[in-house]
């Protein structure tokens, strides 16, 4: 089956900055690559997500990058806000909607 | 407005107690998922399903049950429950991209 690796764990940024946050693959046939938003107390929501066949996708200040090679792919938030502050969490599934496999998340902080 | 809903969001039960989880989506998506979560943590998947009458087992489903006679319906039955059941649960359906959540059940086995 598929296993997805997150990484950091935890990552503290000061407001402005930039924050990645990388995840491998392990399977070559997952092609959907869905990333979500957890903050405190609350349900995870999907904030962007790329297929295999693009490399980058953006939307305003965040962008996520595929390399189907390597089999990892990037979550990226440019000029961080406090309220980016939350657990982020990346996924594989093999079509879109079926199985997701989660990464481990990643617990960002952004300090103001 | 389409959405997940589960109900309840909270519920405190004693040990050895048979509880059902409520989840019910009004986004007609065919797929829809159970996962357990300890806050901010991991999230692992019980159940799935892929359409009425089909489940499928995840890597936490012991000692649950779940069934999908409706398309929108999709609950969770704890057979006999264990303090170590004391967890978050979450809802989620999808369809043709990520797999949208509910606000979860925060269950507590004492």
């Known amino acids: 089956g598929e296993n997805v690796e997150q990484h950091p764990s935890t990552l503290s940024v000061q407001e402005g900055d930039s924050a990645v946050i990388k995840c491998t693959y392990s399977d070559s046939a997952s092609n959907y690559f869905p990333w979500y938003k957890q903050e405190l107390g609350k349900r995870p929501q999907l904030i962007i997500d790329i297929r295999s066949n693009v490399g980058e996708k953006k939307d305003q200040r965040i962008a996520v990058t595929l390399n189907k090679t390597a089999k990892h792919f990037s979550l990226h938030i440019t000029e961080t806000q406090p309220e980016d502050s939350a657990v982020y969490f990346c996924a594989a599934s093999r079509n879109t909607g079926n199985q997701f496999y989660f990464g481990t998340g990643t617990s960002l902080t952004v300090i103001p | 407005e389409a959405d997940i809903y589960q109900t309840p969001r909270y519920l405190v039960i004693g040990t050895g107690k048979k509880i059902t989880l409520e989840c019910s989506q009004t986004m007609g998506h065919d797929k829809m998922y159970w996962y357990q979560q300890d806050p901010g943590m991991e999230l692992h998947l019980i159940h799935y399903s892929y359409g009425v009458n089909s489940t499928e087992k995840g890597d936490l489903s012991s000692e649950s049950t779940v069934s999908r006679i409706r398309t929108e319906h999709f609950p969770l039955t704890l057979e006999s429950a264990r303090p170590s059941h004391t967890s978050q649960y979450l809802c989620?359906?999808?369809?043709?991209?990520?797999?949208?959540f509910g606000q979860g059940t925060r269950l507590t086995v004492v």
């Open positions: 989620a359906s999808s369809a043709y991209s990520g797999a949208f």
